[in-house]
């Protein structure tokens, strides 16, 4: 069996994947700030992580996968500032927009999802650590990371420190701050004293709250250990967040924080970052108003995670298309359990997508077992090892649906329709067929076309035509209402 390869950002080279303990796998995932809707850029990320900690399941890995939720934050004071609200407002109704995009998008929940407001107490011991070790210090109410202690500053994102001080400038509240309270730069905020009235806790330095570099350092510490397998997150993440992460972990501990870090690119919309300041997104709700939930993974997962994707309505349109071959093909599977069709609703489907296929069981799982689902296997296999290459891996799911197509014996035709449904459910495929669900806004137009139909006939005195179209209406539920040559509708 091959061994899956990932590209790690620290080394900048694609290596073999070798968990630290055995067969378990660590693996956190940053987590959403959650102060606005999230947007397609973010629901790529946690689709991208979702895969990954599906695909290292298949693999007979023992995964325990954490994302967390930043719930104290500037942009969520500042958010709260402008709505009226308290920061644990906004920070509540985000996160509960969140769960339910990622639930829409059939992104499983991590293993543990810490929230930042639950670990302060342990922030600010990490911060009175660090302070005691020497690479911290207190400055009127509040404490900056001693960039200068720690050597190995910038190893993750490979920065001069030129690079460093430009980057230094977003990390610091404002430009009397740079000049009085650090003594470089690019140091940056552990623990940030409040103003009067502002979210706070008690502290040995004053009233205030944690930066947010130090939440990831010490969320990871406590639910994952010191050193752990995979840190992941959006490439923007690099510097300063997880460069800072790196400082306060292994300042602290005197070991790695993370022996692989992954980091996916980003969503462009002409060229540019897909971002809340660029004004430019789409948010997961408006896209899933006029797309299903796997148009929009087979859109993100049609390009490997380290390349960006350029958005637009039109590559959208064209992933719904593709999506539809894989749904015509997968109709034919028949689940191997009951006999019956894949079921693609409710609990039934809850079920399937949970209990997927290992690589242990999928050639016993495999109905056909013949030289073309063999060949298939590997190719999707060998795709997904390579730093899990969803690319490359879905354009075998499409060559698959192509043999469903063409092939004659109906058992086999059934068979790789059924192994083509249990590898697109391992990407987070649901294979909902929603070819044929109607949305309100259509059904209004197609009985506002009727009703129009109808007048016509009257018009051209076709009486019968038109009580016909009246009691089908009927039938159907709509009832009619002719009053003063105009015809209105309601739900009978
Ligand atoms: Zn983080």
Same mark, same amino acid.
């Given at each position: 069996?091959?061994?899956?390869?990932?590209?790690?950002? #620290?080394?900048?080279?694609?290596?073999?994947?070798?968990?630290?303990?055995?067969?378990?796998?660590?693996?956190?995932?940053?987590?959403?700030?959650?102060?606005?809707? !999230?947007?397609?850029?973010?629901?790529?990320?946690?689709?991208?992580?979702?895969?990954?900690?599906?695909?290292?399941?298949?693999?007979?890995?023992?995964? *325990?996968?954490?994302?967390?939720?930043?719930?104290?934050?500037?942009?969520?004071?500042?958010?709260?500032?402008? #709505?009226?609200?308290t920061p644990e407002q906004v920070a509540r109704e985000y996160t509960y927009t969140f769960w339910h995009d990622m639930h829409c998008l059939n992104v499983q929940p991590p293993d543990y999802e810490p929230k930042a407001t639950e670990f302060i107490e342990l922030m600010i011991q990490f911060t009175k650590e660090l302070i005691e070790k020497g690479h911290a210090y207190e400055s009127a109410g509040d404490v900056y990371f001693d960039v200068a202690s720690f050597k190995e500053y910038g190893k993750l994102g490979k920065k001069s420190l030129e690079d460093l001080l430009v980057g230094a400038r977003d990390?610091?509240?404002? =430009?009397?701050? #740079?000049?009085?309270?650090?003594?470089?730069?690019?140091?940056?905020?552990?623990?940030?004293?409040?103003?009067?009235?502002?979210?706070?806790?008690?502290?040995?330095?004053?009233?205030?709250?944690?930066?947010?570099?130090?939440?990831?350092?010490t969320m990871t510490k406590h639910v994952l250990g010191e050193t752990f397998d995979i840190h992941a997150g959006g490439e923007d993440l690099v510097f300063p967040h997880h460069e800072n992460e790196i400082a306060q972990s292994e300042a602290l501990h005197g070991k790695p924080m993370s022996k692989y870090w992954l980091h996916n690119s980003f969503v462009?919309?002409?060229?540019?970052?897909?971002?809340?300041?660029?004004?430019?997104?789409?948010?997961?709700?408006?896209?899933?108003?006029?797309?299903?939930?796997?148009?929009?993974?087979?859109?993100?997962?049609?390009?490997?995670?380290?390349?960006?994707?350029?958005?637009?309505?039109?590559?959208?349109?064209?992933?719904?298309?593709?999506?539809?071959?894989?749904?015509?093909?997968?109709?034919?599977?028949?689940?191997? =359990?009951?006999?019956?069709?894949?079921?693609?609703?409710?609990?039934?489907?809850?079920?399937?997508?949970?209990?997927?296929?290992?690589?242990? *069981?999928?050639?016993?799982?495999?109905?056909?077992?013949?030289?073309? *689902?063999?060949?298939?296997?590997?190719?999707?296999?060998?795709?997904?090892?390579?730093?899990?290459?969803?690319?490359?891996?879905? !354009?075998?799911l499409f060559a698959l649906a192509d043999k469903v197509f063409v092939e004659k014996d109906e058992a086999k035709r059934q068979g790789y329709a059924t192994v083509l449904v249990q590898f697109a459910r391992l990407l987070g495929l649901t294979l909902v067929d929603t070819r044929k669900q109607i949305d309100s806004h259509t059904v209004e137009q197609i009985v506002n076309l009727v009703v129009e139909l109808r007048q016509n006939a009257r018009s051209n005195k076709d009486y019968a035509t038109s009580d016909l179209i009246r009691q089908r209406l009927t039938d159907a539920g709509v009832s009619l209402m002719d009053t003063a040559g105009q015809t209105t509708w309601e739900k009978a």
């Open positions: 069996m091959h061994s899956i390869n990932v590209h790690n950002t #620290l080394t900048g080279k694609k290596e073999p994947f070798v968990p630290l303990n055995g067969n378990k796998v660590m693996m956190y995932a940053c987590g959403p700030t959650v102060y606005d809707m !999230s947007h397609l850029g973010h629901a790529r990320m946690t689709m991208v992580y979702d895969v990954v900690q599906r695909y290292l399941r298949f693999s007979g890995y023992d995964v *325990t996968y954490v994302r967390n939720i930043t719930d104290v934050d500037d942009k969520i004071i500042n958010r709260a500032k402008a #709505l009226g609200k990390q610091v509240r404002s =430009q009397e701050d #740079l000049a009085d309270k650090k003594k470089s730069p690019a140091d940056f905020a552990l623990w940030k004293s409040a103003k009067e009235g502002e979210l706070a806790w008690s502290s040995p330095w004053g009233q205030g709250r944690p930066g947010w570099h130090l939440e990831c350092s462009q919309v002409n060229s540019e970052k897909m971002s809340k300041s660029e004004g430019n997104f789409s948010t997961i709700q408006e896209l899933l108003a006029k797309f299903s939930p796997d148009t929009i993974r087979l859109f993100a997962l049609q390009t490997h995670y380290r390349n960006p994707i350029e958005f637009s309505i039109e590559a959208l349109t064209a992933s719904r298309t593709a999506l539809g071959r894989i749904l015509r093909a997968a109709a034919f599977a028949v689940n191997s =359990q009951n006999g019956k069709s894949f079921e693609t609703t409710g609990q039934a489907l809850l079920e399937q997508t949970k209990n997927q296929i290992s690589k242990a *069981t999928a050639e016993s799982l495999d109905p056909v077992k013949d030289e073309t *689902t063999k060949q298939f296997r590997a190719a999707f296999i060998e795709a997904m090892d390579n730093d899990f290459n969803t690319a490359v891996a879905i !354009s075998q």
